[in-house]
């Protein structure tokens, strides 16, 4: 099945910081979507962009895609303690059915 | 928001015993809900597809057999671990789209299964 990959498996910063995430894919999509999960908690879909679109900006949350490297990003400018979470990418099929990554755990340390 | 019922939240069960854990779709219909399961440390995988009135689609290495899958209604999707060993401890997690909504899925709370 497809799977995207998280890029780092683990990031910890410093509260104020901003944390980018990276995630890549491996066939062509329709959509990719951004998605939080608070330890083992069930998850909050943050954001999705399309696969015509380059950047998409949801308050302090910026994704880019770039669809001839298969790659997307997630920053999250000043951090907050709160941030703290593991986020997935998951890449949208079809058959509406989604894959997810292997997650970035993010620690951001007050 | 749409909302995504999960229930239980946690369970433990005996070897050899099965589980019923529910999904339901609080405020909208869902033809299709996802299942997924996501062990400790890991990512959320699919398990299959569940489809209202028709049989769910399971995805390659998922036993149908194990994990029995019913979507008997617009709002409701059971999924039944059959005869659980202990390797079936895990986190399952079911997700649904209103389709009024154009963006994003939503999930439930998932539901965290101890097998002893």
């Known amino acids: 099945s497809q799977q995207g990959e998280e890029d780092p498996q683990a990031l910890s910063i410093q509260e104020g910081e901003n944390a980018t995430m990276n995630c890549s894919y491996k066939?062509?999509?329709?959509?990719l979507q951004w998605y939080r999960q608070n330890s083992g908690r069930g998850l909050v879909h943050l954001i999705l962009?399309?696969?015509?679109?380059r950047e998409k900006h949801s308050g302090r949350l910026r994704v880019t895609l770039d669809t001839s490297k298969k790659s997307s990003s997630l920053l999250i400018t000043a951090s907050r303690a709160a941030d703290t979470a593991s986020y997935f990418c998951a890449t949208g099929e079809y058959g509406n059915q989604f894959y997810f990554g292997t997650g970035t755990s993010l620690t951001v340390i007050p | 928001g749409a909302v995504v019922s999960q229930h239980p939240s946690r369970v433990i069960c005996k070897s050899g015993t099965s589980v019923k854990i529910e999904c339901r779709s609080l405020d909208f219909q869902a033809t299709t809900m996802f299942w997924y399961r996501q062990f400790p440390k890991k990512s959320l995988m699919l398990m299959a597809t569940s489809n209202e009135g028709s049989k769910a689609t399971y995805e390659q290495g998922v036993e149908k057999d194990k994990f029995l899958i019913n979507h008997a209604s617009l709002t409701l999707s059971t999924l039944t671990v059959t005869s659980a060993h202990p390797e079936d401890s895990s986190f399952y997690i079911c997700?649904?789209?209103?389709?009024?909504?154009?963006?994003?899925?939503?999930f439930g709370s998932g539901t965290r299964l101890t097998v002893v």
């Open positions: 962009i399309r696969s015509n679109e």
């Open positions: 997700s649904a789209r209103d389709r009024a909504q154009r963006d994003g899925y939503t």
């Open positions: 066939t062509s999509i329709n959509n």
